[in-house]
């Protein structure tokens, strides 16, 4: 009988290790999933350690078995309340609200770029299914191509449109792969810019 709840355990911690962290925020905060709680968190915990262990090293009086336990329980708390498009980022700054005051609950509020990554990814999908919102989104991404310079819209084009690897492209331009990778990045965050604006 124990064996069966194991293989039972074990199949649902795989199944649940393999969602979005969207996905397991979203059964932690409607389905009261302590599972999936637990499962987000682990999966952030090297980064709540690293940004805890040098303010715990530089204060003599911060004990950790009374530090992690209340960011533990600060997260468990914001899990349920906040609104969370970045999980990297929502840790990192409930852990350093509490490092730099661990009496104040400062709430947290996702950067601009979450909000307007989250606002172009609505607008994506409502278009799949809005032919008007589908038209104004082309012609969006069409003006925004049209601002940038002619290499990196030339890049933008040939990767994404024309399906070229990095390999081609460092071919065809004599760059390195690494610079068109960096060119590219940069490229991107131009037309992102744009469409933001």
């Not at 498009?85 to 852990?95: D, M, P, S």
């Not at 760059?175 to 960096?182: A, S």
Request: hydrophobic letters at 35%; one cysteine or more.
């Amino acid at each position: 009988m124990d064996s069966y709840v194991n293989i039972d355990n074990n199949t649902m911690y795989q199944q649940l290790s393999n969602l979005s962290d969207k996905e397991l925020i979203s059964r932690a905060r409607k389905l009261k999933d302590r599972e999936a709680e637990g499962i987000l968190l682990e999966r952030y915990s090297h980064l709540l350690v690293a940004v805890c262990l040098p303010s715990i090293k530089n204060n003599p009086g911060a004990a950790m078995n009374t530090v992690f336990p209340s960011i533990l329980q600060r997260l468990s708390n914001g899990l349920k309340t906040q609104t969370i498009q970045k999980a990297n980022e929502w840790v990192h700054q409930t852990v350093n609200a509490y490092i730099t005051n661990p009496d104040k609950q400062v709430p947290y509020y996702p950067s601009r770029e979450s909000r307007d990554r989250l606002h172009t990814e609505n607008r994506v999908e409502k278009a799949a299914t809005n032919t008007i919102e589908k038209q104004a989104l082309i012609a969006q991404v069409e003006r925004a191509l049209a601002s940038l310079k002619a290499e990196d819209r030339y890049l933008i084009e040939q990767f994404y449109l024309e399906n070229k690897t990095f390999a081609d492209l460092a071919a065809h331009k004599g760059y390195t792969t690494e610079k068109v990778r960096t060119l590219l990045k940069k490229a991107k965050s131009k037309l992102a810019m744009q469409l933001t604006n």
